[in-house]
DNA sequence: GGTTGCATGTAAAACGTTACATGATTTT
DNA sequence: AAAATCATGTAACGTTTTACATGCAACC
């Protein structure tokens, strides 16, 4: 590979038509932000990148006074995009503080696995809330929309994990304590 | 928050007993790694930090020529786990590279997400093998066994969302070629 | 005698976020 | 007139990976 990944979040987010580095920004953030993020520190830096490469060609085209440069694919670009999108993924990674407590939960001098686990639970509760937002602003088409449903159900799934695993916890407890 | 997440796992790991940097990091590898990674390059250093900070004590404890430093908690080191423990979880970041691959898959000229979603599931399903290998390999006690099971129903949870979904594509292709 | 495992460490590069700076246009 | 949005960009900072370097000990 020799693109960094988030080259083909713009060459897919300009798969569709001509965009600016802000639309794109704006798609990311409604869109893959919850599973590839980007900053507008990557983007600009990229998008020069890619136009060099010849993957993308921008023309300027201001508003008034304002500038304004739109980006869309090149033929080059287009091979590139379906190129990637032939190979198999290689990349996933989580990085997830809650598990990472939970799993330490055991250190001396404290009960906080029940609580660890409500809060995973709230946040993965917030996440399929703004998703399901998402969802009745306006339907997204085609493999989105797939995209979007799997947030949810995969939200959805974690939150429940949470509950179920903290309810058991706490049965587990309310034995020991009738036992002792 | 004034320490970094991989302070906390360095601290979390010296819960229970004195670790080598190289001890930590091999447990790492087999437990906390499939949701929070860290390497030598962060071990190490951050392992003199701590010590500077009062957190963690190092004494010497070479084995023949070799030299080798064994760390401990300081009671000021399980305090600061401790209020760690019991705060919130803030981070939970997710790169998924078959996600994105899907989400660009009506780009022209291509029809990957079947195919996308079968590799996102190999791949799924081979982490769940891992995992359940380290199960029969010497059950882990407590919460460390808790959060192996969430990393097997976990990924076992994606794999299937996978299949279900790249089957459904597919009897959505068949209706359209019998249509058409 | 060679390979694997134990053990420590660093330097460079890559990656990513945050904060800042600037200024026009549109909406309230 | 103020606030929000559109638009571009950079600098500093922090994090993380990768690759390298070193050497002893244990096992085959």
Not at 115 to 136: C, I, N, S
């Amino acid at each position: 590979m020799e693109l960094t990944k988030t080259a083909y979040v713009i060459l897919g987010m300009l798969r569709l038509g001509k965009r600016t580095g802000y639309e794109i920004k704006s798609l990311v953030d409604v869109s893959t932000r919850f599973f590839w993020a980007a900053s507008y520190g990557q983007i600009y830096p990229e998008l020069r990148r890619l136009a060099v490469a010849g993957l993308i060609e921008g023309e300027p085209r201001p508003q008034g006074g304002r500038k304004r440069v739109v980006y869309s694919l090149t033929p080059a670009g287009r091979r590139e995009l379906r190129t990637w999108l032939d190979a198999d993924p290689q990349v996933f990674e989580l990085r997830d503080e809650g598990l990472l407590k939970l799993f330490f939960a055991d250190a001396v001098g404290g009960a906080s696995a029940p609580e660890t686990l409500a809060a995973k639970r709230r946040h993965h509760e917030q996440v399929v809330e703004r998703l399901r937002e998402v969802e009745r602003s306006g339907a997204p088409e085609g493999y989105a929309d797939l995209v979007l449903h799997y947030g949810i159900e995969f939200n959805q799934w974690i939150a429940d994990w949470c509950e179920r695993t903290r309810l058991a916890l706490e049965e587990d407890g309310a034995r020991d304590r009738k036992v002792a």
